[in-house]
């Protein structure tokens, strides 16, 4: 004979299968949102990209094909998309620099905090988390006194920045991280170097090839798609980046002025999994709550 009351027993089983549910269903929600982006943008290359002049889109890099998803009318400059599946964007005005979340299915930009601790003038050129999580900055230097791009680490949930150090270049404007940690970024202007790695220790570049420069490609942003391969955004046009050599590969012609953009992840299941698994055992306990004997 059960001990348990039927009040008892259904009482647990609300309580707990409520609680199950409230930390499943945000989990499921943006995979889902995530996924049906992807679906919608119609490819599995499909990236999110953001806007100097202040849209959002879905872009089929190996086409150039694009489609104007919201105008949050924000001067966008970086974007970088955390493991959880947020999607961070940078935007600047007046000594004001922020960071928004984007809504991967709509466009639409929500404000998530003010950075403090920048120097005056300074703005965001490239962001990027790193793979355990981090999320590293790339800015210009300091009311233009300095020379040389700075490598801050952001706290996203308060906005605190804290210099990391100098990278010693003159024109850094993206950043990207691959699947075994090396972070990238790209090096533009008379004196751009190309392709480059940054220390997240130190934030001093090294460049991947010395023997060729930025090859006028005018490349703003950075972004790794889901087999592993970098794609780079010039003011003109769309390209592969060789993370070996350095060398550019013409993929599409591209006219919008992409500063920011990451690619969507291939959807997996497991959030899924764990909200059926939240399901079964709440199924599961109301169903003992109604056969326990009093």
Request: proline fraction near 4%.
């Amino acid at each position: 004979m059960c001990v348990c009351s039927k009040s008892t027993s259904a009482n647990f089983a609300w309580t707990y299968g409520a609680t199950l549910l409230c930390f499943l269903v945000p989990l499921l929600f943006q995979e889902l949102k995530t996924c049906a982006a992807a679906v919608i943008a119609g490819d599995s290359q499909a990236m999110l990209g953001v806007s100097w002049g202040g849209f959002s889109y879905n872009i089929d890099p190996l086409s150039g094909q694009y489609q104007e998803l919201s105008r949050p009318d924000h001067n966008f400059n970086s974007m970088a998309r955390s493991e959880s599946g947020e999607y961070l964007a940078s935007a600047s005005q007046g000594q004001r620099v922020s960071l928004y979340l984007i809504d991967p299915l709509f466009g639409s930009a929500n404000l998530l905090t003010n950075v403090q601790g920048l120097g005056d003038g300074q703005t965001i050129r490239g962001m990027t988390f790193s793979t355990d999580g981090r999320l590293f900055i790339a800015t210009n230097p300091a009311s233009r006194s300095g020379t040389t791009f700075q490598i801050y680490e952001i706290d996203s949930s308060s906005g605190d920045a804290t210099l990391i150090g100098a990278t010693g270049l003159s024109g850094l404007q993206s950043l990207a991280t691959a699947s075994d940690g090396m972070i990238y970024g790209f090096d533009i202007g008379t004196s751009g170097q190309g392709l480059v790695t940054i220390d997240p220790s130190t934030g001093l570049a090294a460049d991947v090839n010395p023997l060729i420069d930025d090859q006028e490609s005018a490349i703003q942003s950075l972004a790794f798609s889901p087999d592993g391969t970098l794609f780079g955004m010039g003011q003109e046009a769309i390209f592969t980046v060789n993370t070996l050599d350095g060398t550019l590969t013409l993929v599409a012609p591209f006219s919008i002025d992409i500063r920011g953009m990451e690619f969507f992840p291939i959807p997996e299941p497991h959030s899924f999994r764990l909200f059926l698994t939240g399901l079964l055992v709440f199924a599961i306990m109301r169903y003992r709550s109604h056969i326990c004997l009093i």
